[in-house]
C-alpha cells in the first residue's frame, strides 16, 4: 500500500477507534537541567517521570513501540524510554553532533530526524529507530532549532533560530520560505488546518500562518519577553494550544485574541512540551 494512502487510513481508523474507546490526556514536559514531568490535565496532579540533570528541547512519542524520544542537548545524543511505564528506564538511541536541540519521529517509516549546531552552522540529520543508518538529511544551515514533521503530506518544517521558518521535502528538496524571524525557539505545526504556530523571544507573541504564508497573525500576547523571561515551547493539539511561560505551563485556544490560564507554575524553567493521549477501553 502506497506510504500516503496507509496514512490516511491510519488516521481514519484512529479517529473511528476514539470514538468507542475514552482517552486520558497528559502533556509531558521537561525542565531545565532538571526532570522530564507528567501532567494530567484531568486532575493536574504533576509527577516527575525522570530525574534528567540534562537540558532537552524536545520530545516526539512512537505510538507504534510506545517509545518517548529527546535530545540531550549538552550531551550530544538522543534517548528513549517506554511509556506509559510503572517504571522508566532511559536507553541510549544514538550519539549524535554537536547540540542536538529539535527532533521529530517518523514512526511509518521509522526514522528519527534532528537538528544540530556548530555555531552558526547546521544541519538535519536522520537515523533508523534503533540508531543504525545515520545520514546527513542538510547542511549549511543557519542554527536550526526546532523541527516538525508532516508525514501524510512529505513536508519537513525547521526554524532556524535567528533568520527563519521554512518547510521542505523530507529529503530537504522543494524548500519553500515560510517566514523570516528574528529570534525563535519553539514552532509546532496544525496539519489538519494547514497552520504554523510560533512565539516570537523579542515581544512574547504566539503568532500563526498559514502553510502558504498567508493569514499571519498574532494568537495571544503571553507578555513572557527575553532575555528575562522566555517561551522555549509550544504544543497543538485540536484547538488547544499549550505552551511554556518560562515556568509556566500554559494554555490557550487557537482562536485570534484569546486569553490564556497557567495550568502549573514549576520552580524551573520548561523546555519543552508534548500532549499525549493513551487509550483504555470504557
Known amino acids: 500500500m502506497d506510504v500516503q494512502i496507509w496514512l490516511v487510513y491510519e488516521y481514519l481508523i484512529l479517529n473511528f477507534t476514539f470514538g468507542l474507546v475514552g482517552a486520558q490526556r497528559k502533556l509531558l514536559f521537561a525542565t531545565q537541567n532538571a526532570s522530564i514531568k507528567e501532567f494530567d490535565l484531568q486532575t493536574r496532579k504533576v509527577t516527575v517521570l525522570y530525574e ?59 526514522h528519527i530526524y534532528w537538528t544540530e549546531s556548530i555555531g552558526s552552522f547546521g544541519r538535519i540529520v536522520r537515523c533508523d529507530l534503533d540508531g543504525s543508518n545515520k545520514i546527513v538529511i542538510a547542511q549549511n544551515l543557519d542554527y536550526p532549532f526546532v523541527l516538525r514533521l508532516d508525514v501524510i503530506n512529505s513536508w519537513m518544517y525547521v526554524v532556524e533560530r535567528f533568520t527563519k521558518i521554512s518547510k521542505s521535502r523530507l529529503d530537504f528538496t522543494e524548500q519553500h520560505l515560510l517566514e523570516n524571524i528574528n529570534s525563535v525557539t519553539c514552532m509546532d505545526i496544525d496539519m489538519e488546518n494547514e497552520r504554523i504556530y510560533w512565539i516570537v523571544d523579542s515581544t512574547g507573541n504566539l503568532n500563526s500562518a498559514r502553510v502558504d504564508r498567508s493569514d499571519v497573525k498574532t494568537i ?53 512540551i508534548y500532549s499525549i493521549s493513551y487509550i483504555f477501553m470504557t
Open 52 to 110: 534528567l540533570g540534562a537540558t532537552v528541547y524536545s520530545i516526539d512519542y512512537n505510538f507504534k513501540n510506545k517509545q518517548v524520544y529527546f535530545p540531550r542537548y549538552f550531551n550530544n545524543d538522543i534517548m528513549r524510554f517506554g511509556y506509559p511505564e510503572h517504571c522508566i528506564i532511559l536507553h541510549k538511541v544514538v550519539s549524535t553532533g554537536n547540540r542536538p536541540a529539535g527532533l521529530a519521529i517518523d514512526s511509518t517509516r521509522n
Open 220 to 272: 495571544i500576547k503571553t507578555n513572557c519577553k527575553s532575555p528575562s523571561c522566555i517561551n522555549k515551547a509550544i504544543d497543538i493539539f485540536g484547538t488547544n494550544v499549550y505552551f511554556s511561560n518560562h515556568n509556566q505551563l500554559a494554555i490557550g485556544n487557537t482562536s485570534q485574541g484569546t486569553d490564556f490560564t497557567v495550568l502549573y507554575n514549576d520552580t524551573n524553567r520548561i523546555d519543552s
